[in-house]
């Protein structure tokens, strides 16, 4: 079982629909949650990011964390086909270690 | 957040030469990252360059292979010596700062080795 797994998509939506990507992960010990945004031939952007569990907003994003489950979510609401990239969670044990990375879920939203 | 830049932005290679890729941060910061990203895959975490200290290697990759350096908290040079094809791949650097543990990445280095 890999340490990080993220739905492989990818992913279609029409514009305006809500856009629900995923994570599990096997190591209890990860305390910190991100998730990135990477457009075609860029690097990674950090989008969200979480300490612990709950949930977190920013704009029309949403990310929530259930360390019970060992789940992690990102929420899109309103989509715009400017989020058309790859999504990739990220999470740490602690300050500045041991980051692994999930694989990637391409999403594209339909004008 | 941090503002890193990298260059080249990219560069197309013969086989058995070296690329030296250099990473640049606006703020100084401790902790510095060195990834892999090859076509269509995740990122794979090449080396941490702390400065004042030696690189930390990943299982996989040596010294000899990609060596760093980390002269100040600004600056970072990873060099992928004698290239394959293999070694194509998009390198990354980060960094980890904000006070949060918040990961930020440069643009990348497209490298193609012929």
């Known amino acids: 079982q890999k340490e990080v797994e993220q739905d492989p998509g990818p992913l279609s939506v029409p514009e305006g629909a809500i856009v629900s990507l995923n994570c599990t992960y096997s190591?209890?010990?990860?305390?910190?949650f991100m998730w990135y945004r990477q457009y075609s031939r860029k690097g990674p952007e950090l989008l969200m990011y979480t300490y612990s569990s709950g949930n977190k907003e920013d704009g029309r994003f949403t990310a929530q964390v259930d360390k019970s489950s060992k789940y992690i979510s990102l929420f899109i609401r309103d989509s715009q086909p400017s989020d058309s990239a790859t999504y990739l969670c990220a999470m740490s044990e602690g300050y500045g270690q041991n980051f692994v990375f999930g694989p990637g879920t391409r999403l594209s939203v339909l004008p | 957040s941090a503002v890193i830049s990298q260059k080249p932005s990219r560069d197309i290679c013969q086989r058995g030469t070296s690329l030296t890729i250099q990473c640049q941060v606006d703020s100084q910061v401790t902790m510095m990252f060195w990834y892999r990203q090859q076509p269509g895959q995740s990122l794979t975490l090449i080396a941490t360059a702390n400065q004042g200290s030696e690189a930390t290697y990943e299982s996989g990759f040596v010294i000899d292979k990609f060596p760093i350096s980390r002269p100040n908290l600004t600056f970072s040079t990873l060099t992928v010596s004698n290239m394959s094809p293999e070694d194509s791949s998009i390198y990354l650097c980060?960094?980890?700062?904000?006070?949060?543990?918040?990961?930020?990445f440069g643009p990348g280095t497209r490298l193609t080795v012929l």
């Open positions: 980060s960094v980890v700062g904000g006070g949060y543990n918040e990961q930020f």
């Open positions: 190591n209890s010990a990860f305390q910190y």
